[in-house]
């Protein structure tokens, strides 16, 4: 049985399209097409299994059909469903490209070894990948810009991000810059 850990989630379900059982594919592939080429995708229980065949496209995704999703209703009960693939289907990655769920739970440390959070979500409004660090001992969270010059290191070996944030993004409630 495979564990969550070995899922990556490589899509999400954005509603149906159409009147016989077509769905709006959000793909989350380095290439948005390849979705389609990594084999049955699950959901992240693996309580079901779906073959995609990509019909079109639409803004921000895809047209697709799934197997056993025959009716607008059917694929309407789908939306916001994330769709997964074992890992070992997905291409090894060069060494400073990451998959998402990899950096998740990653402990982030200043230059210094001072720690200043835990990963707790990445997320990509259009620009760049920002990391969402959860700022310890405190219910508030910081985003990271997730770029070379804010994070030199990802250590996934050792669990921890080595983080050069811009100065003043985690000392916000600090009288330093008052």
Do not use: W
């Amino acid at each position: 049985m495979t564990q969550d850990s070995d899922l990556i989630c490589i899509g999400a379900i954005a509603g149906s399209f159409g009147v016989r059982g077509e769905v709006r594919l959000k793909s989350f592939a380095a290439s948005p097409e390849d979705i389609a080429a990594y084999g049955p995708l699950t959901t992240q229980d693996g309580a079901r299994r779906f073959d995609v065949i990509l019909t079109g496209q639409t803004k921000n995704g895809f047209t697709a059909r799934l197997t056993g999703i025959d009716t607008k209703e059917d694929a309407d009960a789908l939306r916001g469903v994330q769709l997964f693939v074992p890992r070992a289907v997905l291409p090894g990655l060069p060494d400073d490209e990451y998959y998402h769920a990899d950096l998740v739970g990653l402990q982030v440390v200043d230059t210094g070894g001072a720690a200043l959070g835990v990963v707790r979500a990445v997320l990509n409004h259009g620009a760049a990948d920002l990391l969402e660090v959860s700022v310890p001992g405190t219910a508030e969270t910081v985003l990271l810009p997730f770029t070379r010059a804010a994070v030199p290191t990802v250590d996934l070996r050792a669990g921890r991000i080595v983080a050069d944030p811009p100065e003043g993004l985690f000392t916000a409630g600090d009288a330093a810059g008052t």
